[in-house]
């Protein structure tokens, strides 16, 4: 109930207008910024002190020329190695082993922002997507009267704002980099669906929330350009808005798509279908299922505190999302579920992005199997804003326990080279690197 009471306060607020800060519109409703944390007491991880890298800095920004390409970036940060040095087992566990408690938190709507918390400089903000739906993220602004560009970073299925991996990205970007950065937790995830009960389609709704969240960062006064950072569903999600940025131009910076898919029919049938034991998805089944059953159970609940008696039926602690699909997103939206996965793949519509987009993958990626990027290749036909990269390892969205050097140098470089630099400087004290920017390009 407490819930509840939350999203009526929540909606008053936005009617009223007056929320004691900025507001952005997206077609339908206004942002809002709620709940600063600044000035309280953040216990923040030695790895994301405010302080950059000492030494030789990891993720040297590329060099551009005047006519910017994706061939040109593409052959620059191919140079960089990949390098795994770990065992196969240990860098797995560096990459996922520190995000378990916390997607198991957040699916059972318990607080997480305790374990990775962000510092004092995020502030809590909540803005609308374009059908209106109200979702909330951290914003982290540069406040030295330096115009910076800025990035938005995506979570994955039943994964939220709060991960681990999310966080490592944004201080990253945020510390070490001098980014203006908006971290939301997409509908349905986190924070958000506390406060609307509009169902995850697998990318295409998100997509539109992700554009939001980059015309809300956008919009912000010391904000020159906005890219659009996504993983796993996130990057399916980010393949959707940079093509639906044919009709909301927000993503300004360049877009890259961490471990995504083709089809989202695919890969719904693929992770609802229990594996033998020995299949590397297994352990992500398990994963899923558990966390799937905890996510039902607790829509189950609200929607009886609602008075609604429809609910997401299936096996116990069995990743159906069949079933969700069917019985929960395509009557919520009023469209068929074969519209649904047609609107969330993204190789429906990749050969028509006109937003510089990157996509990497792994052969071994159990979740997102490696024929998903052959198939997503062959629908791009060649478009030149597309480039995917397919690597002989990495898992599923764990490069950065692989080879750490690497994925930060490639997400750097990559947003170096497509965001909107402006011409300043900063000491190394504050922002880690400063900008430095020619008249060309």
């Not at 950072?229 to 360049?254: D, E, K, L, R, W």
Request: proline letters at 7%.
């Amino acid at each position: 109930m407490n819930d509840i009471k939350m999203r009526e306060n929540l909606q008053r607020k936005m009617s009223s207008g007056n929320a004691g800060g900025k507001s952005c519109s997206c077609k339908s409703g206004n942002g809002i910024y709620v709940d600063s944390p600044r000035g309280q007491a953040f216990a923040f991880s030695g790895q994301l002190r405010r302080s950059g890298p000492k030494g030789v800095r990891e993720g040297k920004a590329i060099p551009r020329a005047r006519q910017r390409s994706m061939k040109e970036i593409g052959a620059s940060l191919r140079d960089i190695p990949f390098s795994p040095q770990k065992p196969y087992f240990l860098s797995l566990a560096s990459a996922y082993g520190p995000d378990l408690s916390t997607i198991w938190m957040d699916t059972r709507g318990l607080k997480i922002g305790n374990v990775y918390p962000y510092p004092g400089e995020f502030e809590k903000v909540v803005f609308r997507s374009i059908d209106g739906t109200p979702l909330v993220g951290v914003l982290g602004l540069h406040r030295d009267g330096n115009k910076r560009p800025g990035v938005v970073f995506c979570h994955g299925l039943l994964g939220s704002k709060s991960n681990n991996y999310i966080v490592k990205a944004a201080m990253d970007a945020f510390t070490a980099w001098g980014y203006n950065v908006l971290v939301p937790d997409l509908r349905n995830s986190g924070e958000s669906k506390r406060f609307s009960d509009s169902p995850s389609t697998g990318g295409w709704k998100e997509g539109q929330d992700i554009l939001c969240a980059c015309r809300f960062l956008g919009e912000m006064e010391q904000v020159t350009s906005v890219a659009a950072v996504g993983y796993s569903m996130g990057a399916g999600a980010v393949i959707n808005a940079a093509y639906q940025c044919g009709q909301y131009p927000y993503i300004t910076g360049g877009a890259i798509a961490w471990s995504g898919y083709a089809s989202m029919e695919q890969m719904v049938s693929h992770i609802s279908r229990r594996p033998p034991a020995g299949e590397p998805f297994f352990p992500f089944y398990v994963i899923f299922a558990y966390l799937y059953g905890m996510r039902r159970m607790e829509i189950r609940r609200y929607l009886q505190e609602e008075g609604d008696r429809t609910h997401p039926d299936g096996r116990p602690y069995s990743p159906d999302f069949w079933r969700y699909i069917r019985d929960i997103a395509a009557p919520h939206y009023g469209l068929s579920e074969e519209k649904i996965y047609i609107l969330s793949s993204p190789a429906e519509f990749i050969s028509r992005v006109e937003v510089p987009l990157l996509v990497v993958h792994a052969e071994d990626d159990p979740v997102c199997p490696v024929e998903e990027m052959e198939e997503l290749r062959r629908a791009a036909g060649g478009n030149p804003n597309v480039d995917i990269w397919v690597l002989p390892t990495g898992s599923h969205c764990a490069f950065d326990g692989f080879d750490r050097r690497w994925y930060r140098s490639v997400l750097r470089g990559f947003l170096d080279y497509w965001a909107d630099l402006p011409n300043w400087s900063a000491s190394s004290g504050k922002s880690g690197r400063p900008y430095r920017r020619s008249k060309q390009g």
